[in-house]
């Protein structure tokens, strides 16, 4: 694993006013992501993981702090800004998968290439799809596929814009145990290309298969950990 630090908070807080109250929904938050490295996210709902993944998203601007991504501090972008940092260094997986049910895989996988006015370069498109184990599987409409291989197509299409940070949010939620280490095999060999992995979860073993976790609660982050099962 690299050094390089991809993703650093500091201090990072975002409070809302809910009538006379404040909610802190995150409330002085610090964590680094190095290159190449899995961290998982944990915590019970309301604890300000989706604020975060939102922040580190560039879907949300923070109330304070810093939050530093491929060296930028975003903290002040315009949502122009935003939208710049989020295709050159963010590709997202979801767990609903979004993907468009009569399209081919390959013509999902490009759709964000379409959306950044990109060149289509059909040879990185079957690269990145052979890179997520469906060669062959090309030309199968997004419907006809099981819910593992579309989340393996959700995937290809995220690294289409060659992201320096993947963030997924509840990737496995919907799969079967094995599709899901199926898919924590494939995060490891993505990271070892130097490609950073950021997981929400509610999944603890899934945590568990990370290279780090950090459980968050009260939007505070109560303790990082080296995870025992990672090798």
Not at 47 to 59: F, Y
Request: charged content about 25%; glycine content about 8%.
């Amino acid at each position: 694993m690299d050094e390089t630090i991809v993703l650093e908070a500091k201090e990072l807080r975002k409070y809302y006013t809910r009538g006379s109250e404040t909610v802190k929904a995150l409330d002085g938050v610090d964590f680094a992501i190095r290159q190449g490295e899995i961290v998982a996210i944990v915590g019970p709902s309301g604890s300000g993981k989706t604020t975060l993944m939102n922040l580190i998203s560039c879907l949300d601007t923070p109330t304070s702090g810093i939050l530093n991504i491929g060296g930028d501090d975003v903290t002040h972008f315009k949502e122009s800004q935003l939208i710049g940092i989020r295709r050159k260094y963010i590709g997202f997986i979801f767990q609903q998968f979004y993907l468009i049910p009569n399209l081919f895989a390959v013509e999902n996988v490009e759709l964000p290439l379409i959306f950044a006015k990109k060149p289509i370069d059909k040879g990185k498109i079957y690269s990145v799809i052979e890179t997520v184990g469906l060669k062959g599987r090309e030309r199968i409409p997004a419907y006809m596929l099981s819910g593992g291989d579309k989340q393996r197509i959700a995937i290809a299409r995220s690294l289409i814009n060659e992201p320096k940070l993947l963030i997924a949010d509840e990737p496995t939620g919907k799969l079967e145990i094995k599709v899901r280490d199926q898919l924590v095999e494939l995060f490891r060999q993505l990271s070892k290309k130097g490609i950073s992995i950021f997981i929400a979860t509610h999944d603890l073993e899934l945590a568990a298969m990370t290279q780090r976790i950090i459980h968050l609660q009260d939007g505070k982050i109560i303790s990082k950990e080296q995870s025992m099962l990672y090798h």
